[in-house]
């Protein structure tokens, strides 16, 4: 009863910029944690950036400076902003969230259908 819903993905040239959302619906209880992984063909799913939900973020190596998380806790809603956008940016990004539902005690782990990112080079 609780779901994901990712936007924001498509094609864009080196160096271009995409922003990608994230909205969580359903019976939510609280939200923690929200962020972004991405799985590119043949490699494993890694984290891309998190935010708490006071606002701490935390990034993979790769992307800072580049991309920026960011969330609106009355929305529901995580957002990333990708600048400067590279070949090897191109992935399969997920959103993920901790959700405690209404009526739970414990956070359950989330996951977004996925959107597809594709920069050409």
């Known amino acids: 009863q609780v779901q994901l819903v990712e936007s924001g993905g498509g094609l864009v040239q080196a160096g271009g910029s995409l922003r990608l959302s994230c909205s969580a619906s359903?019976?939510?209880?609280?939200?923690?944690?929200m962020g972004w992984y991405r799985q590119a063909p043949g490699k494993q799913r890694e984290l891309v950036a998190e935010i708490t939900s006071g606002g701490s973020s935390n990034y993979a190596e790769s992307v800072k400076g580049r991309f920026t998380i960011s969330r609106d806790n009355a929305k529901n809603t995580v957002y990333l902003q990708m600048n400067t956008l590279k070949s090897e940016d191109t992935a399969v990004f997920y959103c993920?969230?901790?959700?405690?539902?209404?009526?739970?005690?414990?956070?359950?782990?989330?996951w977004g259908q996925g959107t597809q990112v594709t920069v050409s080079s």
């Open positions: 359903g019976r939510i209880g609280s939200i923690n944690v």
């Open positions: 993920n969230a901790e959700i405690r539902p209404i009526g739970f005690s414990r956070t359950n782990n989330y």
